[in-house]
């Protein structure tokens, strides 16, 4: 049975209503009620599911982050009084790594469990894979020229940046700084080995958890598009009315 997540908070609700509830109801109208396909229709729910549940792992690392930051800027503040001017920022720099971990992982879920029981895709998530998947299978060539769009401007946007800050953390590439102050303010910066840099870490992390949420939705959409029959006529926003003769 499909439940509600556990925690009332702006993400959690994003979530449950965006991808999982949402995602359900596709499944039920594709594969339950037009392919009558009830077996289906349950694998793929609960693969939308298991997506929407690796998706509220990396909002909790990027809540964990914001929580941990109040914590070290009042240490920080407490330090000051005393003349130690920084505190180190290890635990910060652990929920942005484990936050970009669970961003990649949501893709590869996406891609291994969801894509795999839709449309018999498999594999790691990689934007021009999928696209040649598509376009060698002979689906709808009209959702597929979408769906190449989409995935291509996602990546040149934000995706192949969120991508290398991944591997670049792993490979200690990618680097927090100490959390100072100048005047009153907190100071941290988050960086990468060319040189590039952020001192809004938290809004990093916000800018990615959005277009992460923004990409799941509207793939998870375009995804059931490709298995529509010929009678069904799409709607505005990606939402699908059957027409039957």
């Not at 790594?97 to 498999?122: A, C, I, M, R």
Request: some cysteine; hydrophobic content about 40%.
């Amino acid at each position: 049975m499909l439940t509600a997540v556990a925690d009332n908070t702006p993400e959690n609700n994003i979530i449950y209503h965006r991808i999982i509830l949402k995602g359900v109801e596709l499944s039920h109208f594709f594969l339950g009620k037009l392919k009558n396909d009830p077996d289906k229709d349950n694998e793929v729910s609960k693969a939308v599911y298991e997506l929407g549940m690796k998706m509220l792992k990396a909002a909790e690392d990027k809540s964990n982050f914001s929580e941990n930051f109040i914590v070290l800027e009042k240490k920080l503040r407490d330090f000051n009084k005393e003349a130690e001017n920084a505190v180190g920022t290890h635990k910060l720099a652990g929920n942005i790594e484990n936050f970009l971990s669970q961003g990649k992982g949501t893709l590869d879920l996406f891609t291994n469990q969801f894509l795999n029981v839709l449309v018999g895709y498999k594999g790691k998530w990689h934007h021009e894979k999928i696209i040649s998947y598509f376009k060698n299978n002979k689906f709808n060539p009209e959702i597929v020229d979408k769906i190449e769009e989409f995935l291509m401007s996602n990546w040149d946007e934000w995706l192949k940046d969120f991508i290398d800050d991944r591997n670049l953390h792993h490979e200690k590439n990618f680097g927090l700084t100490d959390m100072y102050l100048i005047g009153d303010k907190p100071i941290l910066k988050l960086t990468r080995f060319n040189g590039d840099y952020t001192k809004d870490v938290i809004g990093y992390l916000e800018f990615n958890w959005i277009n992460l949420v923004s990409l799941m939705e509207k793939m998870m959409h375009l995804s059931f598009c490709l298995i529509a029959p010929p009678f069904v006529r799409f709607l505005k926003g990606y939402k699908f009315e059957a027409k039957f003769q």
